[in-house]
Structure formats: C-alpha cells, structure tokens
Nanobody
Framework: QVQLAESGGGSAQSGGSLRLSCAAS????????MGWFRQAPGKEREGVAAVNSVGSTSYAPSVVGRFTISQDNAKRTLYLQMNSLKPDDTAMYYC???????????????????????WGQGTQVTVSS
C-alpha cells in the first residue's frame, strides 16, 4: 500500500522560505513522477512541481525561480524548497505520486492533479505580508 506523509509546513513572512518533505513508502513505480500540489480555500487543487526518477522536472509558471523540487531516492523522500514566498502561496500543500507514466506534453506548465493517483494528507503553508 502506498503511503505519502508530508511535513515541514508552517508560517512564514513574505519573502521568507520553507522546506516541505514527503516520505514515501510502498511506492515502487520508478518509471513515473512524484509531485507537489496545493489548494487554497475556495480554489481548485493546482500543480506546483514534479520530478521523475531520472531527475526531469516540471514547474508551474507561478513558482519558477522561487521553488525547487528534489528527491533523495535512498531515503525515498521528496522535497520542495520554497523561497521568496508570497501571500498567494498560502495553501494546503499535498505530495502525490503518479500511477503510470505521464506524457511530457502534459507537464509543460506544471503537473496536473488528474495524472496523480496517490496522495498524502497535506501540510498547511501560511505566508503573511
């Protein structure tokens, strides 16, 4: 059974930084993608960033240059380093893993929630101005 557990959320000032972690267990699909998503109150869940087993990455335009996704395969842990945070980054952040391969064309503007089938419980990020 796949389990994803996020940690590292919290509060930050505008311009500050936070680092999210996601510990994965039971996930053996080495050919596919893992990613970060977020959902603010009253808004749809949106993709933030994703990475595959060979290190290719995909980012939403709104976080390019500010967020960095990475993974430690030995520790089976996914990370999201968030710098230059803005109040608009306030949301619940979710870690997710894809059930199958994703065509690169679907990742040009960041990952899409419908392509990911395994989800963590989320961790809250709040950025104040």
């Amino acid at each position: 059974q796949v389990q994803l557990a996020e940690s590292g959320g919290g509060s930050a000032q505008s311009g500050g930084s936070l680092r999210l972690s996601c510990a994965a267990s039971g996930y053996t699909n080495s050919a596919s993608w893992m990613g970060w998503f977020r959902q603010a109150p009253g808004k749809e869940r949106e993709g933030v960033a994703a990475v595959n087993s060979v290190g290719s990455t995909s980012y939403a335009p709104s976080v390019v240059g500010r967020f960095t996704i990475s993974q430690d395969n030995a520790k089976r842990t996914l990370y999201l380093q968030m710098n230059s945070l803005k109040p608009d980054d306030t949301a619940m952040y979710y870690c997710a893993a894809a059930r199958q391969k994703i065509e690169w064309g679907r990742l040009l503007s960041g990952p899409r929630p419908q392509d990911f089938g395994y989800w963590g419980q989320g961790t809250q990020v709040t950025v104040s101005s």
